[in-house]
């Protein structure tokens, strides 16, 4: 069943990786050309006429972006975010509901599986996925950046293992929303409005001393990039809350898994 689990997954871990690449080529082609003219200087002039504010919610307040490394600490971890974002809500919202709404439910029951296992089966897929996710874009990243001039190697690695965190606990969420009902376009959308309501309460919680209460309402927070950017270290407390999120969301996915009617 692994084996089937990861065929069938592959094509949309493939787009949605390929997706990244092409970003982050593009930045990497682009980058030697805008820094050697003066368009870079213009940007920078231009970025100081930007609130404090706004600045500190895209990490410009302590990150250049006069390098592709500088940029991809500020803008390029914004995508990244929403990218693998998505796509863990997309795998959460489909890896077991897809089951019922292609009609294969049947067969998955005729399998000696419990229903159990058939959900543990496809988390451990899922996590699958977007650990090589990460792991494919900080291998091409890494090769992209490391003649970069203010490239550091720790705070790189860190930097590119941190949407690992958020995007776990997208999943389980996603999961456990998609074990109470039977269309996988009901849970999409839910999925989604969690990724982009999540990114836009960080953002807010990013901008002042009175909306930081918000970043307690966002997974992103998990991701932690600002503690990682200045401190170049891991906060164990956002490991400790991912893995107790997604292993609490995995379980009661599981428990209304085993007590859902199945079409």
Do not use: C
Not at 57 to 76: H, L, Q
């Amino acid at each position: 069943m692994l084996k089937r689990e990861l065929i069938i997954n592959f094509k949309n871990f493939v787009i949605w990786t390929g997706v990244l690449l092409a970003l982050f080529l593009v930045v990497f082609l682009m980058y030697p050309s805008l820094i050697a003219s003066n368009q870079m200087d213009e940007f920078n002039d231009m970025m100081e006429m930007f609130p404090p504010e706004l600045l500190k919610a895209f990490n410009m307040d302590i990150s250049g972006i006069d390098t592709a490394f500088g940029w991809m600490k500020t803008e390029g971890f914004v995508f990244v975010l929403l990218v693998t974002g998505v796509y863990g809500s997309i795998l959460g919202s489909n890896i077991v509901l897809k089951e019922e709404n292609d009609k294969t439910i049947e067969y998955l029951n005729s399998l000696p599986v419990t229903r159990k296992q058939i959900v543990i089966q496809k988390v451990a897929v899922a996590v699958f996925y977007i650990v090589l996710m990460v792991g494919v874009l900080l291998v091409f990243n890494g090769i992209g950046l490391h003649k970069d001039k203010d490239f550091d190697t720790k705070q790189f690695v860190l930097l590119s293992i941190t949407p690992i965190f958020s995007t776990m606990a997208i999943f389980a969420i996603s999961l456990f929303v998609s074990t109470f009902t039977h269309k996988t376009k009901k849970v999409f959308g839910i999925s989604l409005g969690i990724v982009f309501v999540s990114y836009f309460l960080n953002t807010i919680s990013e901008m002042s001393d009175k909306t930081k209460f918000f970043k307690y309402f966002s997974v992103f927070t998990l991701a932690d990039i600002r503690n990682v950017i200045t401190k170049v270290e891991i906060n164990p407390i956002v490991l400790i809350v991912t893995v107790v999120l997604t292993l609490a969301f995995t379980v009661l996915s599981v428990i209304r898994y085993e007590r859902k009617e199945l079409v």
